[in-house]
């Protein structure tokens, strides 16, 4: 591969890698300040959790819509177009709020701009990435995805410290401050080379996809990975203020900061591994160890082994997503857009399905958080199960098809 082909696209990289950061503020930024939302405003918790689920179900609506739209519009305008909308939301998330008589109103007005920009960006980023020359493409699909671990870190711990240095009443201020980095993320996708159209082969066929038995367990796999991964992400704030008797600051810090840095350090740290082995194998490998992170967690009566299985379950979940975004491009290398998009919006709904499973068991069950979190080991289970399904179609599909050199070598 020509060195000149890697170091035109270094800053498109970065530039992707920046839009996850992004993504981040749009899915943590809010719920830190629900409370004070409730202080303020005088908005009830009913209303003020209909922002996560207004996020969430802008976003999956997005995920379905984009796979035309982006093809159609361009990856520079839907970059430039997603960054400005998230930039916009957060702007007036900060402004709109105390400038309307329906403080509600004017909350969800900002929600919904941001939500709509980040479901943009999601589609779009695995795609273009995907599309850049590098020497390691699984490799650079999950130091891709690190990028938003990295990003949920930087949310949660910046701004729980400067509500701590500064106070709460300055929240407004820091969601204009938040809204500084997709502007200029905006600006730096207007200057990047995008690769993706440059080709021809990106044009967008969605029928032919679900005819493609591969497909449909690319489909399951991404469920099970937003699913795996939520179900206990969600919960790992209540986890350590629970377990271990700390504060919600110190709750925040030490459940999904955890999880997260775990997360993305074995993203970064299992790059090399994507010339060593199949994607897949190392899907199901990871699967294997979220099981057994699962039991951890809810078997062992000791606070301290549970929180040691919230980080694993961390690390189990780390090669889920981007892995499966790797096997479909290599699998199915004419997907195009409508494909990220699909398995975009599996995942999104997997992300959905997990948190509110592990909620509706534990309520059942008396508020008993580790009872939903032991029922929501089917997600590992099941993805184990469409992993080894997933290899034995790629050693058909091998021994169908002449020899291809491959650059992620073979487990």
């Excluded at 930087?154 to 401050?177: K, N, P, Y």
């Excluded at 967690?297 to 606070?303: D, F, G, I, R």
């Excluded at 780390?318 to 990220?340: H, Q």
Aim: with cysteine; net charge neutral; aromatic share 8%.
């Amino acid at each position: 591969m020509r060195a000149s082909a890697l170091k035109s696209t270094r800053f498109t990289l970065a530039a992707c890698f920046t839009g996850y950061i992004c993504q981040a503020i749009v899915n943590n930024f809010a719920p830190l300040l629900f409370l004070t939302f409730q202080s303020e405003f005088g908005i009830p918790l009913s209303e003020i959790t209909l922002l996560v689920t207004v996020n969430f179900g802008v976003q999956l609506l997005i995920d379905l819509m984009s796979a035309k739209l982006v093809d159609r519009i361009g990856y520079r305008a839907a970059g430039i177009g997603a960054h400005m909308l998230m930039c916009t939301g957060f702007v007036l998330m900060g402004t709109l709020p105390a400038a309307m008589n329906n403080h509600f109103a004017g909350l969800l007005i900002a929600v919904i701009v941001y939500s709509v920009g980040g479901g943009v960006v999601e589609v779009m980023l695995s795609p273009l990435v995907e599309s850049c020359p590098t020497r390691n493409k699984a490799g650079t699909m999950n130091l891709l995805h690190s990028f938003y671990c990295w990003g949920c870190v930087a949310v949660i711990g910046l701004s729980t410290l400067v509500f701590s240095l500064a106070g709460i009443e300055f929240w407004d201020i820091m969601a204009c401050i938040w809204a500084a980095i997709p502007f200029l993320n905006a600006v730096l996708f207007a200057l990047v080379p995008i690769p993706v159209e440059k080709t021809e082969k990106t044009h967008s066929r969605i029928l032919p996809l679900f005819r493609n038995g591969m497909f449909w367990v690319l489909l399951v796999m991404m469920f099970c990975a937003g699913a795996g991964e939520l179900a206990v992400a969600q919960w790992a704030s209540a986890f350590a203020e629970s377990g271990l008797g700390v504060s919600k600051t110190v709750g925040d810090l030490v459940g999904p900061c955890l999880f997260a840095v775990v997360m993305g350090s074995v993203r970064v740290g299992c790059i090399p591994l994507g010339k060593r082995f199949r994607t897949s194998s190392l899907i199901g490998a990871s699967a294997v160890v979220g099981i057994a992170a699962y039991l951890l967690v809810t078997l062992v009566p000791n606070a301290g082994v549970s929180l040691a299985g919230v980080a694993l379950c961390g690390a189990s979940c780390a090669l889920m997503w981007p892995g499966t975004f790797s096997v479909a491009a290599k699998n199915i290398p004419t997907g195009g857009t409508a494909m990220f998009a699909l398995l975009a919006l599996a995942g999104d709904l997997g992300c959905t399905a997990g948190p509110t499973l592990v909620g509706m068991v534990s309520d059942a069950f008396g508020d008993d958080l580790k009872a939903g979190i032991l029922v929501a080991v089917i997600f590992p289970v099941c993805m184990l199960a469409a992993c080894i399904v997933c290899r034995l179609m790629e050693k058909k599909k091998e021994k169908a098809l002449p020899p291809l050199e491959e650059s992620c070598g073979q487990a």
